[in-house]
Every structure is written in C-alpha cells, then in structure tokens.
C-alpha cells in the first residue's frame, strides 16, 4: 500500500527567508503524480504544485518550488521569500492508480509559521 | 466565482442522531470526493462519485453513506454518529477521474455530544 509521510509536524521561518519541508512517500507505481496542498486557517485547501513521477524535471511554481528525488522517494516543498500569507497547513499528497481507480493519499500536514 | 460549497460550516449532533452534510459546485466537475480529517491527522478519503457511479473505500464504515441527485450536488449522510466520528468533513471535486487536480471546500465541522 502507498504511504505519505511528513515527518515536521511544524516549522517556522521568517519574514522573507527560505523554507523547505519535507514529504517521504513508498509506492511500487512508477507512474504517478505528487502534490502540495495549502490549507489556510479556516479556508479551503488549494494547490500549491504538482510533480508528474515521469518528469525529471523539478516543478517550479513562482516562489514554491519542489525537489523529487524519484529513487529516495522524496518530494520536498521550497518556499523563497517567505511571505505572511504563507502561514497554513501543507499536505503532500500522492496520486496513483490502484485496484482499477485513482488513490490520493494525503500526509498528516506541517504547519507553517511565518514570523514577521 | 465557480467554486465548491459546502454546508454547514460547523454542525453539531448527538450521539447516535443522523447527519446529513452538503456539497455543491459550481465548476461541472463529473467526480466528487468526500474526505474525513480528524485532527492532526490526514484527510482521508471516504468515497467519490463518478458522475453517479458511487466508489466506497474498502475501510470506510457502513455508517457513513453518500448521496448524488445530480452533478451540483453530494451529501454525506452518517447514520448513527459516534464520538469517534467528530472531526472536519472535506468535500472536492474533479474534472474527470483522469484529472490531477482537486477542488476543495472549505470543509463542515462535526461535533458530537
């Protein structure tokens, strides 16, 4: 079975600085797709970025951009400049094809601080 | 703004009392999610339908049905809810089953006394 596992519970950065957390996944699928997902305080969770598993390539997305190590099975978030705004929930998420459907599997979610 | 509804924003029941939680969308999208997300845990996906084709999660208890009348709308009904049953319900939608992307609501809030 596929898991996802953040293991930052939560992390703080400052005003205008760089942050990276951390997404460790297991899957026998060579095909899939990896997510960020924010979700805000109270608001609704939205995508952050995507990574397609055949692309070798690094999403980059303005400030957010990831590192997908494919072999180590690791997708890491970077957020440059940091930004208040930025304070939410993170979920990395993976998207595969099992048992003739599409699974999405969420991690337990860092929160992000963002001090000013 | 086409967007995904959901309904109450917090909802309160008692034990054993049925619930019923409401999604709408505005976006046409054919596939509709439901996700369960207790606290300081993973969203975890209860069932989706496509178009009216209900899938189940192999784990997902009986207690907990779905409804979809039409492509607007999908209900979440828990039949006999227990304490262990609290916990922030996330409705998302898809375009197709082929779609990456997801579209969340901003969740209904259970609380059992």
């Known amino acids: 079975a596929q898991t996802v596992t953040q293991s930052q519970p939560e992390m703080s950065v400052q005003e205008a600085e760089t942050v990276t957390l951390s997404c460790t996944y297991d899957t026998s699928e060579s095909d899939y797709y990896l997510f960020w997902y924010k979700q805000p305080p109270s608001r609704q969770m939205i995508l952050v970025i995507r990574q397609e598993a055949y692309k070798q390539q690094n999403a980059t997305e303005n400030r957010f951009s990831v590192n997908f190590q494919k072999a180590a099975k690791s997708f890491s978030l970077k957020i440059s400049d940091s930004q208040l705004g930025d304070a939410a929930m993170y979920f990395c998420?993976?998207?595969?094809?099992?048992?003739?459907?599409?699974?999405?599997?969420f991690g337990t979610g860092t929160r992000l601080k963002v001090l000013a | 703004d086409a967007m995904v509804i959901q309904n109450p924003r917090y909802q309160v029941t008692q034990f054993g009392k049925p619930v019923t939680l409401s999604c709408s969308q505005t976006l046409n999208h054919n596939v509709m999610y439901w996700y369960q997300q207790k606290s300081s845990q993973a969203p975890k996906l209860l069932f989706h339908?496509?178009?009216?084709?209900?899938?189940n999660e192999a784990d997902t208890p009986d207690n907990f049905q779905s409804r979809r009348p039409n492509t607007s709308f999908c209900f979440l009904d828990i039949r006999s809810p227990g304490l262990g049953d609290a916990a922030m319900y996330l409705c998302a939608t898809s375009r197709d089953r082929i779609s990456y992307e997801q579209y969340f609501g901003p969740g209904t809030r259970l609380t059992v006394t």
């Open positions: 998420a993976y998207r595969g094809f099992t048992s003739g459907t599409y699974k999405y599997i």
């Open positions: 339908y496509y178009d009216k084709d209900f899938n």
